[in-house]
């Protein structure tokens, strides 16, 4: 009897120690699909550029919005091949972030580096190649570390006036399979 | 064999409950490794990084989800007033702040679900480009449930027990390499009318 305790308790807090780790690794992957899902329309609008609305009081979409950004996102899959993302110029803050599914931020382009014409950045998977021409054309080429990830644009618009100059500027941006050239 | 059914089931069920139980509780009680503490305003060192530690990441991906790394943007947040009172969105404060280090800065207040405040004032937040600094380059804000006099207003009618992050922007290295001692702004809590003190 007492044998069979030990056993239990052991077993009982060994399980409890790997769902533990295993419960916070998934964590963030979990919360990272969930909002690829919700700003994809469950995949429907996947490699396309969705540009949200001004953030009010009724927006549900993402936590802690800030009223005074402009948000583009674009969810990525480069399952079927690369990815062209374009932006363009801003007078004023902005930055082309990629997320990872780990919910990772790792890769920021703000206004101060980017070309004043604007930035086309081809992301892939590290084993996807790119032609001559593609990458000739790509101000850079960013490996993302998941096939699978966001691509987010803010840009400063704390009016309605330069929110209204900012969707002007954003319709031109470009979030397309390279596949589908 | 019934015995060691109950055995086996009862380890499974208590080891799944302690495991994800207490993963749940670190995640949500913000035990965050890399947390940073300045005056009532806390943040990490690593949101949004490449370094973050799984209990980080987790948590950053509860409350700031598709947030910049710090060399791009420092976001603080706080939910308690300089007595270290929580929030209570029928109070009146005033926010006493100076020149900040930054390209361009916002104070913004959310709900308790980490959504804006549903109100129907559009005053959720006040920024850099709407703020009249004094010539001394201070500034005061007023977070009230009614604006009154105040030339810079955020609405705090509906925001419960509200919290407020502040977003830096391009940082200088004033702010990202001195999280912990960078003067932010000072909130103290004025009146309380119709609330419960």
């Known amino acids: ?181 | 064999m019934l015995k060691k059914i109950a055995f086996v089931l009862s380890i499974l069920l208590v080891g799944a409950a302690l495991g994800v139980g207490s993963a749940l509780l670190m995640i949500r009680n913000g035990a965050m490794i890399g947390r940073v503490d300045n005056n009532h305003w806390y943040t990490s060192r690593t949101v949004g990084s490449v370094d973050a530690d799984p209990y980080t990441r987790a948590l950053v991906a509860r409350i700031g989800l598709l947030g910049l790394n710090r060399q791009e943007t420092v976001y603080f947040s706080r939910t308690e007033d300089e007595a270290g009172v929580a929030f209570d969105g029928a109070c009146t404060y005033r926010i006493d702040g100076g020149p900040l280090a930054a390209r361009w800065w916002s104070i913004t207040l959310y709900a308790p679900d980490n959504f804006l405040a549903v109100n129907g004032d559009d005053q959720p937040s006040i920024d850099a480009t709407s703020m009249q600094p004094n010539a001394d380059g201070s500034w005061t804000a007023r977070i009230a449930p009614e604006q009154g006099d105040a030339v810079n207003w955020i609405s705090s009618r509906n925001g419960g027990a509200f919290s407020l992050s502040i977003r830096l922007y391009n940082p200088e290295p004033a702010i990202s390499e001195h999280l912990e001692d960078v003067p932010l702004p000072a909130i103290t809590r004025e009146s309380c009318e119709g609330a419960g003190q």
């Not at chain 1, 069979?4 to 399980?15: D, E, F, G, R």
């Not at chain 1, 769902?19 to 992957?29: D, G, I, Q, R, T």
């Not at chain 1, 009724?58 to 802690?64: F, G, Y």
């Open chain 1, 1 to 181: 009897m007492k044998k069979a305790w030990i056993v239990w308790i052991a077993s009982t807090l060994l399980l409890a120690g790997v769902l533990h780790v295993a419960f916070v690794f998934a964590y963030p992957y979990i919360l990272m699909n969930a909002a690829m899902n919700r700003l994809s329309v469950n995949g429907e609008r996947e490699n396309v550029w969705t540009h949200a609305p001004r953030m009010t009081e009724t927006a549900r979409l993402i936590v802690r919005p800030s009223p005074d950004l402009a948000y583009s996102s674009c969810v990525y899959d480069l399952t079927d091949g690369p990815v062209r993302i374009s932006v363009q110029p801003w007078g004023d803050y902005m930055s082309l972030s990629l997320f990872g599914a780990n919910t990772d931020n790792y890769f920021t382009l703000n206004d101060r580096r980017m070309p004043q014409a604007g930035a086309v950045v081809i992301l892939r998977t590290a084993d996807q190649a790119l032609t001559d021409e593609q990458r000739a054309a790509a101000f850079d080429v960013v490996d993302s570390p998941s096939a699978r990830g966001i691509a987010l644009v803010r840009r400063l618009a704390p009016s309605p006036e330069r929110f209204a100059e900012a969707e002007a500027a954003r319709v031109q941006e470009e979030c397309r399979a390279l596949s589908a050239d």
